[in-house]
């Protein structure tokens, strides 16, 4: 007997026992009342609004009205610019930073930068950057056509991870983040789970659950600090990049 002949005579008797066992376990019992033995009916889903173009319905827009959600570093009123629904770097005025505090979120981000000075290179080419909870950053940067380190062009987990691939859109065009944020857990000061985040760009993939590290530090190790839920926060790097249409779920 050929080896594919036991394993097809293998593969019968495992499917006709199979069968035996859920006809005894399920004796009397028509198909849809064997059907809805595992049909889960509660909880049920929210009912969520999601337009296209538009905030989901249980979202928070954190740019509906200027920047009355958010503040400076210090609990001043943030100053950088507004024109309609569009806020720009004021070079100097520093980082602003949400007033509410987030743990685990989804967040819709629209940024774009300005046509480089010939002179930009590099980091110092129309950048900025969000940070999750005030530490950990996915890079904000004119990643097109400009050569950079690649854990900190724009996608990365800022000198950590390597964005899987540079979805860069030209300058002076909208970027789109749409990013998915399991913030780390502590056990007192003890770390017992590292953050987590998921990053697409303008709708391609760049981070696929990327473990986080710890903080993105610009010279030094990554390393973990206990905290709980924090401010989003926007980087003043001097350059004149432009955001809007940002809104954060809670999940």
Same mark, same amino acid.
């Given at each position: ?30 198909? +849809? ?10 909880? @049920? /889903? =929210?009912?969520?609004?999601?337009? &296209? !173009? ?46 509410? +505090? ?10 774009? @930068? /300005? =046509?480089?000075?010939?002179?930009? &290179? !590099? ?129």
């Amino acid at each position: 007997m050929t080896l594919r002949k036991q394993c097809l005579i293998a593969l019968s008797l495992t499917c006709a026992m199979s069968g035996s066992a859920i006809s005894q376990e399920d004796n009397g019992l028509t198909r +849809a009342q064997q059907a809805a033995k595992t049909e889960v009916w509660e909880p @049920v /889903p =929210a009912a969520v609004t999601a337009n &296209k !173009g538009e905030v989901p319905s249980d979202a928070i827009a954190l740019f509906g009205e200027g920047l009355n959600a958010w503040t400076a570093m210090d609990e001043t009123p943030a100053d950088w610019t507004v024109k309609g629904n569009v806020v720009t770097v004021k070079p100097g005025a520093g980082d602003i930073k949400t007033k509410q +505090a987030f743990c685990d979120i989804q967040l819709h981000l629209e940024w774009k @930068v /300005p =046509a480089p000075d010939a002179t930009m &290179k !590099g980091q110092q080419r129309n950048n900025s950057g969000l940070f999750l909870q005030q530490r950990y950053e996915i890079q904000v940067l004119d990643s097109y056509n400009n050569q950079t380190y690649p854990n900190g062009q724009a996608g990365s987990v800022y000198k950590q991870t390597i964005p899987l691939v540079n979805a860069m859109r030209p300058p002076e065009t909208w970027q789109e983040y749409d990013i998915i944020y399991s913030a780390p857990v502590f056990d007192g000061e003890q770390l017992v789970k590292p953050g987590f985040v998921t990053v697409l760009h303008n709708g391609v993939l760049v981070q696929n659950h990327t473990e986080i590290q710890g903080t993105t530090e610009w010279i030094g190790a990554p390393k973990y600090r206990a905290h709980g839920c924090a401010p989003l926060q926007l980087q003043d790097h001097g350059n004149k990049v432009s955001f809007r249409n940002m809104w954060v779920r809670e999940l």
